[in-house]
């Protein structure tokens, strides 16, 4: 069975126990440990942001938060589940970011992960992203993704 892969802008209640199970062990996402559900339809009232999820055999299995904002998009909080990680859930669900970001006109995609995190900036680089020359934290990295070519 593929991954579906949609966005949405209010969270329902039946994703909170997928929420929990796909943040809970998270230490990059410490503000979702205790209730993603609520953290992230804090944040999806405003129209600029999206939730993605990918769902495989009715469980949510991936997902990631994007704000939109003037033809960029950033996301954050991209997370897939330990049982299917390194099965192309990640690099899918990214696809499909790209895709519906830009069909909503954004011309990049980014995102900010730390310096030490060698195995996202390989999954990012992977994915086609590349750092970008300004940096503004030092401890921190930009990636993108240049959409127009979609």
């Known amino acids: 069975m593929p991954l579906i892969v949609s966005f949405h802008q209010h969270l329902e209640d039946k994703f909170s ?4 199970k796909l943040y809970h062990n998270e230490s990059r996402f410490p503000s979702l ?11 999806l009232a405003s129209p600029d942001y999206r939730f993605y ?6 469980k949510l299995v991936a997902g990631a938060l994007t704000l939109a904002n003037e033809g960029l998009t950033s996301f954050d909080f991209l997370c897939v589940r330990d049982a299917t990680r390194r099965r192309g859930v ?9 895709r519906y970001e830009a069909a ?14 060698q195995e996202n900036q390989a999954f990012l680089q992977a994915n086609g992203f590349s750092t970008h020359s300004e940096q503004l934290d030092p401890n921190r990295q930009q990636w993108g993704c240049d959409l127009e070519e979609l």
């Open 104 to 117: 909503r006109s954004a011309v990049t995609l980014s995102c900010i992960i730390d310096n030490n995190d």
């Open 33 to 43: 440990n205790d209730s993603a559900i609520d953290t992230l339809n804090t944040l």
């Open 53 to 58: 999820s990918g769902i495989f055999n009715g």
């Open 90 to 98: 990640g690099s899918t669900l990214l696809d499909e970011m790209k």
């Open 17 to 20: 126990g997928d929420l929990a």
